[in-house]
C-alpha cells in the first residue's frame, strides 16, 4: 500500500458561551487535529482529550510525536492499524482515537464508501439527540433552555448543592424530557438516594453518574433502589469488566476519547447490548471531526448525546447533521464523510 505521512496541530475550540458541570468552567477547549494522507486523499481525526481522564493537547502530541515513521507501512487491510493502536502502551486514549478515526476516514475514502455503509450500519440516522444545558443561575439555565427551544431532550448538569431548585426552576420553563448528569456530584447513597426519589416525579429520562466512579457497592444499591434508569459515564472507561457494569447501571455511555478506538466501541456496544445493558453514544466538546465519528456509533446506539460540535463558536468541520426530530444523520460521502470549512 501507500506511503502514508501523518501530521498534526492543535485545535482550539471557543465555546460559544462558557460550559460548566461539577468539576469546573471551560471557555476554550484545547482539542488536537490529526490528518493522514497517502498524497492523494487525506484523512481526518481529532483528539478531545480531557483532565478528568488525565489527558490533554500536551499529552496527546507527545503520543503522536512517538509514533513510528514506518507506523503505517505494510498495512493489510483496515484492521491493521487499529490493532498496532491497541497495543501501544502507555495509552493516551484520545489520541489513539484520532489516528485511528482518520485512518479509517481515508480508508473510506480509498475504497470510495460512507465509513457507516462499509461497516452494514442499519442506517444512516441514529437516535435523537440530547442538547445539554451546563451549569448557571437557575435564570441563566431557564434562557438557555428557551434558546434551546427546537430540542426534543436536554441533558442537564447536575451534581451541586442546589439541584432541586434548578430543576424547579427549569420545570417552570419547559415540560420536555430531561436527562441529569450529575458528574459524580453526589458523594453519599444517601444524598443519591434522596436526588432519584426527587426527580423520579420530573420527567426525568434517566441519570447519568450519579457518584463517584469506583463506588460500585454503593452505586449497586442505588440502582436496586432507583426509580429511575442509571448510566455509566465515568464509571466506564473501556477496562472494567461489563458484568460489573450491568450489575450495577442500566445504560452505559461510550465515548471514543474514553475507549480510544471506533473498532472497541463497536465492539463494546455488542458485548454491552448482550448483557442487557442500554447503550448510549456521548462526547466530549469536540467539533463536527470527531463528532461525525461518534454520529457512526450512535447508529447501533440506543440514545445519542452528540452536542459537543454545537457548543463551540467556530467548528472547523462539517458532518454529521440533525434533521428536523433532532435525529443524528451521517453524510452520504466516502469516509466519515467530514469536510473542512
Ligand atoms: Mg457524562
Given at each position: 500500500m501507500s506511503?502514508?505521512?501523518?501530521?498534526?496541530?492543535?485545535?482550539?475550540?471557543?465555546?460559544?458561551?462558557?460550559?460548566?458541570?461539577?468539576?469546573?468552567?471551560?471557555?476554550?477547549?484545547n482539542?488536537?487535529?490529526?490528518?493522514?494522507?497517502?498524497?492523494?486523499?487525506?484523512?481526518?481525526?481529532?483528539?478531545?482529550?480531557?483532565?478528568?481522564?488525565?489527558?490533554?493537547?500536551?499529552?496527546?502530541?507527545?503520543?503522536?510525536?512517538?509514533?513510528?515513521?514506518?507506523?503505517?507501512?505494510?498495512?493489510?487491510?483496515?484492521?491493521?492499524?487499529?490493532?498496532?493502536?491497541?497495543?501501544?502502551?502507555?495509552?493516551?486514549?484520545?489520541?489513539?482515537?484520532?489516528?485511528?478515526?482518520?485512518?479509517?476516514?481515508?480508508?473510506?475514502?480509498?475504497?470510495?464508501?460512507?465509513?457507516?455503509?462499509?461497516?452494514?450500519?442499519?442506517?444512516?440516522?441514529?437516535?435523537?439527540?440530547?442538547?445539554?444545558?451546563?451549569?448557571?443561575?437557575?435564570?441563566?439555565?431557564?434562557?438557555?433552555?428557551?434558546?434551546?427551544?427546537?430540542?426534543?431532550?436536554?441533558?442537564?448538569?447536575?451534581?451541586?448543592?442546589?439541584?432541586?431548585?434548578?430543576?424547579?426552576?427549569?420545570?417552570?420553563?419547559?415540560?420536555?424530557?430531561?436527562?441529569?448528569?450529575?458528574?459524580?456530584g453526589?458523594?453519599?447513597?444517601?444524598?443519591?438516594?434522596?436526588?432519584?426519589?426527587?426527580?423520579?416525579?420530573?420527567?426525568?429520562?434517566?441519570?447519568?453518574?450519579?457518584?463517584?466512579?469506583?463506588?460500585?457497592?454503593?452505586?449497586?444499591?442505588?440502582?436496586?433502589?432507583?426509580?429511575?434508569?442509571?448510566?455509566?459515564?465515568?464509571?466506564?472507561?473501556?477496562?472494567?469488566?461489563?458484568?460489573?457494569?450491568?450489575?450495577?447501571?442500566?445504560?452505559?455511555?461510550?465515548?471514543?476519547?474514553?475507549?480510544?478506538?471506533?473498532?472497541?466501541?463497536?465492539?463494546?456496544?455488542?458485548?454491552?447490548?448482550?448483557?442487557?445493558?442500554?447503550?448510549?453514544?456521548?462526547c466530549?466538546?469536540?467539533?463536527?471531526?470527531?463528532?461525525?465519528?461518534?454520529?457512526?456509533?450512535?447508529?447501533?446506539?440506543?440514545y445519542?448525546?452528540?452536542?459537543?460540535?454545537l457548543?463551540?463558536?467556530?467548528?472547523?468541520?462539517?458532518?454529521?447533521?440533525?434533521?428536523?426530530?433532532?435525529?443524528?444523520?451521517?453524510p452520504?460521502?466516502?469516509?466519515?464523510?467530514?469536510?473542512?470549512?
Open positions: 506511503h502514508f505521512k501523518l501530521s498534526f496541530s492543535p485545535l482550539d475550540l471557543r465555546l460559544s458561551q462558557p460550559f460548566t458541570i461539577a468539576r469546573g468552567t471551560k471557555r476554550v477547549v482539542n488536537v487535529q490529526v490528518t493522514i494522507t497517502d498524497g492523494t486523499l487525506t484523512g481526518y481525526g481529532e483528539a478531545g482529550p480531557n483532565a478528568r481522564y488525565e489527558e490533554d493537547a500536551e499529552t496527546v502530541m507527545a503520543f503522536l510525536n512517538k509514533l513510528p515513521d514506518n507506523f503505517f507501512d505494510n498495512v493489510d487491510g483496515p484492521g491493521t492499524i487499529p490493532n498496532r493502536l491497541a497495543h501501544l502502551s502507555p495509552p493516551v486514549y484520545s489520541a489513539k482515537a484520532a489516528v485511528e478515526m482518520a485512518w479509517l476516514d481515508w480508508w473510506g475514502k480509498h475504497a470510495g464508501r460512507p465509513l457507516w455503509e462499509l461497516w452494514d450500519a442499519p442506517s444512516a440516522t441514529g437516535p435523537v439527540t440530547s442538547y445539554t444545558i451546563g451549569l448557571d443561575t437557575v435564570d441563566v439555565m431557564q434562557q438557555k433552555v428557551r434558546a434551546a427551544a427546537e430540542f426534543p431532550i436536554y441533558k442537564v448538569k447536575l451534581g451541586t448543592d442546589r439541584d432541586r431548585a434548578i430543576i424547579r426552576g427549569l420545570r417552570e420553563v419547559t415540560d420536555k424530557p430531561i436527562r441529569v448528569d450529575a458528574n459524580e453526589w458523594t453519599t447513597l444517601d444524598e443519591a438516594r434522596a436526588m432519584v426519589d426527587f426527580l423520579a416525579d420530573q420527567n426525568i429520562e434517566l441519570v447519568e453518574q450519579p457518584m463517584p466512579a469506583g463506588r460500585t457497592d454503593d452505586q449497586r444499591k442505588l440502582r436496586e433502589y432507583s426509580p429511575l434508569p442509571l448510566c455509566a459515564d465515568e464509571s466506564f472507561m473501556g477496562h472494567e469488566s461489563l458484568d460489573a457494569i450491568a450489575g450495577a447501571f442500566d445504560i452505559i455511555n461510550i465515548k471514543l476519547m474514553k475507549l480510544g478506538s471506533m473498532v472497541k466501541a463497536r465492539a463494546v456496544t455488542d458485548e454491552a447490548r448482550k448483557r442487557g445493558l442500554k447503550v448510549m453514544i456521548g466530549m466538546i469536540e467539533s463536527s471531526i470527531a463528532n461525525t465519528a461518534g454520529a457512526v456509533l450512535s447508529l447501533w446506539a440506543d445519542a448525546d452528540l452536542d459537543g460540535h457548543l463551540i463558536a467556530d467548528d472547523p468541520a462539517m458532518g454529521l447533521r440533525l434533521d428536523e426530530q433532532k435525529r443524528v444523520v451521517l452520504d460521502m466516502p469516509g466519515l464523510g467530514v469536510v473542512l470549512r
